[in-house]
């Protein structure tokens, strides 16, 4: 899917009506089948700007395109099965604890499933071989059946990765894939991850904290700050300068290829409490 | 990453074990139906229709004289005054059951377990409020008709046995949940177990068992028109009246009322759970 | 009582009036007059009941309950009851579940965005349903499905449908956003939005809800006989009207029992549930 941004300006979904805006006039340019990696310290805009590609969210100010077309000019029908072909995967991975893995992958498929294949699926999953080939390129195949609570938070993160892969989507769009991660693991995902994308010619932007990664594995790399662009280039072509202008006072972020990895178990569901008849 | 992919498994492996619950439900769907005569289309049968209709048609207009409308009020109000007096009585019999119940004014306890005594009393007081809780509140009033007579006294009887027992028992319920350290604390260093009780135990609590008292004020509000069904005064007796007659016009201002009532006491308790709470 | 926040400096006696700590006074003022007025305009017969002729009558009374009549075929008939009664409790508890949650899909706001103007009237119409007693449902029911335990499932059904569809309304509005969030994004509709996201969340807590109302079903069911909807609270009217006092006391065992089977089941099920 071919992106077009042409002054965007948009708010942060849970800002106040007078704050400033998250994203300031952007203009940016992907071409269908590109694999982007957005960088930029927090705050600078970065799952702001996914959400008004994902047409999760209406800009402010400006245009957006999606292979052509203004998606927010469209009629409520024909957006929705625009919405069909493209995935936002957020940083929290979207899955109902007590559900299966198998059916939490499948439900990315939801778009291209009528009413009743959704349905028989939800006692019976219609592609049991898909998802097991999608969660065996993050190395998850044994935990198929299992129950979402019962993974750790890297688990979760990657089946939520999983879900793109049997999506109809062509266009991806990934908040912060490697957060839970540690290094082996994050390396393969993301390996696994852009080698789909380019494999099925999908159009991929993450957005990544960790700047080493993003210049290894992503042909090109957007530095985001407040807002505004701070650099559109190949990865071959961003420099230590380009960086630390980037991440200035917000060094230790830089350096977050050693953050703590997030990888804690789920949390156990607080059953029930009622206390009247 | 693994090279050869490891063979999908074809089959779901709690697809069995849902079919087997699924069956037995229905299996068991079966019998109940037929035990409790489950036939919702004799409401259709051509009889039951026109009897059907002609109540209904007696609906309206509603009664509306102004001597009948004074008589429903001052029969809201008794009901109203039946189900105040029976949950100060409840109270009256709850609040020492309740304190006799907990654990954690025990001072044997304090140093290991329990002696043998205090603990089988307080196993004795559970069971007397489970019991109490037990038997509907109509079968006390059938009971306590028999023995007073007609009239409210039956009525405020039952309401005060079977919601003492309620009440005690999730008052005894809301007191053990808290945090005892404060109590323990206080009986270890040589309170009393009413200064304990006082001091440490209500303090803590009140909010929430002055909340769960007056839900179920409103409640004892809809039992003692139940009650009136079986002679204990108030809205309920005059309903029944009416219902015998077939008098559908005097039912439903009766029912309006009674509903206007229900919506008023529940908003009077939501005002007063949000300034106590 | 709150001891309330400081006093605030005081401008004119009606501002005194209603600061916090004078709305605790006038709170209790007001319960307390309450209280009063309710005992006092009840003509409440404590004289009769708490006198000696009263305590000896009551002791009459108690002893005619023992023994209990335990002959084979009134066991019999205790036992069909028993099951009746069961029956209709569960039937109309599932019942209500069913439509509970049909009418709680109306009934909440699912996420910001949505307009969900079916919520105030379904709202209405849920606390319509709660604020009818089972036993006057019964009474308008038996008029249409005349006497037996049909009236009785249904009225169950009528009354219990409010009290979970709210209750479902409120867990479906407090369930986290998050799984649902992201199939709207992928453009899903409502319905299989909630069917994979939401419902799944949920589930544990509706059925719990769900099963607790069962325990409140069991003793509703139990005394609908009283105005005709069978099971035991038909056996209990009859005989207790027929002054059998003997058998009386049989059928109160077995409500007893009854209820302590269910409470027993609902408890334990809801543990299971939860593991």
Not at chain 1, 15 to 26: K, V, Y
Not at chain 1, 41 to 68: E, F, I
Not at chain 2, 244 to 273: C, H, I, P, Y
Not at chain 3, 37 to 46: G, I, P, T, V
Request: charged share 15%; hydrophobic share 50%; with cysteine.
């Amino acid at each position: 899917m071919k992106l077009d941004l042409d002054g965007v300006a948009a708010r942060h979904p849970a800002a106040r009506a007078g704050a400033a805006p998250a994203l300031q006039s952007l203009r940016l340019q992907v071409a269908a089948g590109e694999q982007v990696a957005v960088i930029g310290p927090s705050g600078a805009g970065k799952t702001t700007l996914l959400q008004v590609m994902a047409c999760a969210m209406p800009p402010t100010a400006g245009r957006l395109q999606l292979d052509g077309t203004d998606p927010w000019a469209l009629p409520r029908p024909a957006l929705q099965q625009l919405r069909g072909r493209l995935l936002l995967a957020p940083q929290v991975p979207p899955l109902p604890p007590r559900q299966r893995v198998v059916t939490a992958v499948l439900a990315g498929r939801l778009p291209a499933l009528g009413t009743w294949a959704s349905l028989r699926s939800l006692f019976y999953p219609t592609d049991i071989p898909a998802a097991h080939a999608a969660l065996a390129k993050f190395d998850l195949a044994d935990k198929l059946f299992d129950r979402v609570d019962r993974l750790s938070g890297g688990e979760r993160q990657r089946v939520g990765l999983a879900r793109a892969l049997v999506a109809p989507a062509t266009l991806w769009l990934v908040d912060e894939p490697l957060s839970a991660l540690d290094p082996t693991r994050s390396r393969q995902a993301i390996t696994s991850l852009v080698q789909e994308a380019a494999a099925r010619r999908v159009t991929l932007v993450a957005t990544l904290h960790q700047v080493d990664v993003a210049l290894a594995q992503f042909p090109r790399v957007i530095g985001l700050r407040d807002g505004a662009l701070a650099f559109d280039l190949p990865a071959a072509q961003v420099t230590p300068a380009h960086l630390a202008r980037l991440y200035s006072q917000h060094e230790d972020e830089l350096q977050a290829s050693a953050a703590p990895v997030d990888d804690t178990p789920a949390a156990p569901v607080a059953p029930a409490v009622v206390y009247c008849r | 990453m693994s090279a050869s992919l490891p063979a999908p498994p074809q089959r779901d492996p709690a697809w069995l074990g849902r079919l087997f619950w699924i069956s037995a439900a229905l299996v068991l769907l079966w019998p109940l139906g037929v035990a409790s005569e489950f036939k919702p289309w004799t409401l259709l049968a051509p009889d039951n229709l026109k009897v059907t209709g002609q109540f209904l048609g007696t609906f309206l207009p509603p009664a509306h004289s102004a001597e009948f409308l004074l008589m429903v009020g001052r029969e809201a109000w008794r009901t109203v005054a039946i189900a105040t007096t029976g949950l100060v009585l409840a109270l009256v019999l709850a609040v020492p059951l309740a304190l006799l119940a907990v654990r954690v004014l025990s001072v044997s306890a304090l140093s290991g377990r329990m002696a043998r005594g205090p603990f089988w009393l307080r196993q004795a007081v559970r069971w007397g409020l489970v019991v109490l809780r037990s038997v509907p509140e109509l079968v006390w009033a059938l009971v306590f008709v028999r023995v007073v007579g007609l009239g409210p006294t039956a009525g405020v009887l039952a309401i005060a046995l079977t919601y003492g027992g309620m009440l005690g028992k999730v008052y005894a319920e809301i007191l053990e949940s808290g945090d005892a350290h404060a109590t323990e604390t206080l009986l270890r260093n040589g309170a009393s177990r009413s200064q304990a009780l006082f001091y440490g135990l209500l303090p803590q609590n009140a909010s929430e068992l002055t909340s769960y008292t007056v839900y179920r004020w409103e409640c004892a509000i809809r039992s003692s028109v139940v009650l009136g069904f079986v002679g204990a005064g108030g809205l309920g007796q005059q309903m029944d009246n009416s219902m015998k007659m077939f008098n559908g016009g005097e039912v439903f201002t009766m029912l309006a009322v009674f509903v206007a009532l229900v919506a008023l006491a529940d908003q009077v308790s939501a005002l007063l759970r949000r300034m106590l709470g | 009582m709150s001891s309330g926040p400081a006093l605030p400096p005081v401008a004119t006696p009606s501002q005194a009036l209603w600061n916090a700590r004078c709305r605790a006074c006038w709170l209790l003022l007001a319960m307390l007059a309450l209280v009063v007025a309710s005992f006092w305009s009840l003509d409440l017969q404590w004289g009769q009941f708490f006198s000696l002729d009263a305590a000896r009558s009551m002791g009459r009374f108690i002893a005619e309950f023992f023994p209990p009549d335990t002959s084979p075929e009134f066991l019999r008939k205790v036992a069909l009851g028993t099951w009746e009664t069961l029956a209709m409790s569960a039937l109309g508890t599932l019942l209500a579940a069913v439509a509970g949650l049909a009418l709680a899909l109306p009934a909440s706001r699912l996420h910001a965005a949505e307009r969900a103007w079916a919520r105030a009237p379904t709202r209405a119409l849920l606390n319509l349903l709660r604020a009818v007693p089972e036993l006057v449902w019964a009474g308008l029911l038996l008029i249409a499905a005349g006497l037996g335990p049909l009236a009785g499932t249904l009225a169950l059904a009528a009354h219990t449908t409010g009290v979970l569809g709210r209750l479902f309304a409120e867990t479906l509005e407090n369930a986290p956003p998050g799984p649902g969030a992201a199939l709207r994004t992928q453009g899903v509709g409502k319905g299989r939005v909630f069917l994979y996201a939401t419902l799944p969340q949920v589930l544990p807590q509706l059925l719990s809800y769900t099963l607790y109302r069962w325990e409140n079903n069991i003793r509703a069911a139990a005394v609908l006989g009283v105005v005709g909807a069978g099971g035991l609270g038909q056996l209990l009217a009859f005989h207790m009207g027929l002054f059998h006092m003997a058998k009386t006391a049989t059928v109160l065992g077995a409500m007893l029992l009854l209820v302590g089977l269910v409470d027993g089941l609902s408890y334990g099920s809801r543990r299971w549930l939860m593991r």
